[in-house]
């Protein structure tokens, strides 16, 4: 039968014609649903045609430029597909890179959407953030060559004008990644060289400040505490550094003087649940998602032993904190307690066209303004006592930490329009020892506004 109609040229070529026509059908349906002809049809076939569209965008793009908030340059590139070009060592960690070998990391990994979308020219969108060349560059000279950490904010906007990090022994540097990639990827350096701004550690007596914002509002800032040199909470007996004895003191000596003694014992007559209100008003324990990072940090208040709240009172026990947060508190104590989100993306523009734009944002109320002068005043005197020349107008406040078998030296301060916090970590040094630091920025920082 078969035979009978193949015989045939009409129905071979009927036969053919079908077998053509099926085919043509098969391999459309394919397309349609595994090749993503059109959208919506298949998430996978979506995906692998954006991701085609984008790397074929990307090689006919050229990169962005970022900018800092004079228009300087920080990075930029000149040919389509090819990585820009980062002009300042200090803006490493913070710009990152976006690399077809390396992955992405940082403003270039975050940003990359905004970076690598051309425009009618095929020039990437520019980002001019909020920091000053000059004061980052500064910034990271301070702390090159250390495990630290420097974040200088605006009191008044909360904008970030420096936000520099660095490692002991390995620079990142973002335009020749192969030449260090094994050490930044070290063992001692926790697998990769982490921005050092989003590392929580313990804060020490930076956290005092906090503190003594709740011991004044509770109305508790003129109550004499007798200064043994000891505080015994529970099993354990709280010391000064240095095993000082300070005698009779109130609040304002106390921060002076940076009594543990004082803070564990007025922590603990306060108890956890207030400390807990007030360190939550600084949003400390709270997840800040910001425009360059996401922020953790940790409290744990309300499941500490009593011990451990007293502890966490003068910045130890179960309490842990970024740079970010540290300067945090200063900002919110320099600007009479209202608590400002700090930020670093001034604006994303593309031929002309603002595609994104930063603004100030108020995070709430830390404290009263009542406590936030007392406490200002009181580190003024500190700062005095640190040996800060009284012209600057520097309010701070140290802080040493025991971090395992080193410390965690921090250094907060502020004047009427800045804020300067600088963070060393594995260090044996105090936090007094980041004054000169904090005064070098204050200087040039003095300079922007003539």
């Excluded at 079908?18 to 043509?24: G, I, Q």
């Excluded at 520097?394 to 907060?412: E, L, M, N, P, W």
Aim: proline share 2%; with cysteine.
């Amino acid at each position: 039968m078969l035979s009978k109609i193949f015989s045939k040229p009409v129905n071979r070529a009927n036969t053919v014609v079908c077998c053509f026509v099926a085919l043509t059908v098969i391999f459309s349906c394919y397309l349609l649903y595994y090749g993503a002809v059109f959208y919506g049809v298949n998430e996978k076939g979506d995906s692998l045609k954006e991701s085609i569209a984008k790397k074929e965008e990307r090689a006919a793009t050229i990169e962005g430029s970022i900018t800092d908030s004079n228009g300087d340059v920080i990075t930029y590139a000149e040919e389509p597909g090819v990585s820009a070009k980062c002009m300042h060592k200090s803006y490493g960690q913070l710009v990152g890179f976006n690399n077809a070998v390396y992955g992405k990391y940082g403003l270039r990994g975050k940003y990359e959407d905004y970076l690598m979308k051309g425009d009618k020219t095929h020039h990437g969108a520019t980002i001019r953030l909020t920091t000053v060349n000059r004061i980052q560059n500064l910034a990271y000279e301070e702390i090159k060559g250390k495990q630290g950490c420097v974040v200088v904010l605006e009191n008044a906007t909360g904008r970030i004008l420096a936000l520099a990090t660095s490692y002991p022994g390995v620079e990142m540097d973002v335009n020749n990644l192969s030449s260090n990639w094994n050490e930044m990827n070290s063992s001692e350096n926790d697998g990769f060289l982490i921005q050092n701004w989003r590392k929580a550690l313990a804060p020490g007596s930076t956290m005092k400040p906090v503190t003594a914002t709740l011991i004044y509002d509770e109305g508790l800032a003129d109550t004499v505490y007798n200064d043994t040199g000891t505080e015994k909470i529970g099993s354990h007996a709280f010391r000064n550094a240095g095993h000082a004895i300070n005698g009779k003191i109130k609040l304002d000596k106390a921060i002076v003087k940076s009594c543990n003694t004082y803070f564990a014992h007025m922590s603990n007559e306060m108890g956890a649940f207030k400390l807990q209100q007030r360190a939550e008003d600084f949003c400390i324990g709270s997840d800040l998602e910001l425009d360059f990072c996401h922020l953790h940090s940790e409290h744990n208040l309300m499941t500490s032993s009593a011990e451990e709240a007293a502890a966490a009172g003068f910045g130890q026990g179960r309490l842990l904190l970024t740079p970010v947060n540290i300067a945090m508190i200063g900002e919110a104590i320099a600007n009479g307690g209202e608590l400002k989100k700090p930020y670093i993306i001034d604006s994303i523009s593309s031929s002309e066209k603002t595609l994104y734009q930063g603004k100030t944002e108020v995070l709430g109320t830390a404290c009263s303004k009542e406590s936030a002068a007392y406490v200002s005043n009181a580190m003024k005197q500190a700062a005095i006592s640190y040996g800060v020349e009284k012209k600057l107008g520097i309010h701070a406040k140290t802080g040493t930490a025991q971090v395992d078998s080193a410390y965690r030296a921090s250094f907060v301060s502020f004047n009427d329009k800045y804020t300067v916090c600088i963070v060393e970590n594995n260090t044996q040094k105090a936090g007094k020892s980041l004054a000169g630091s904090a005064v070098r920025i204050f200087r040039e920082l003095s300079k922007l506004s003539k």
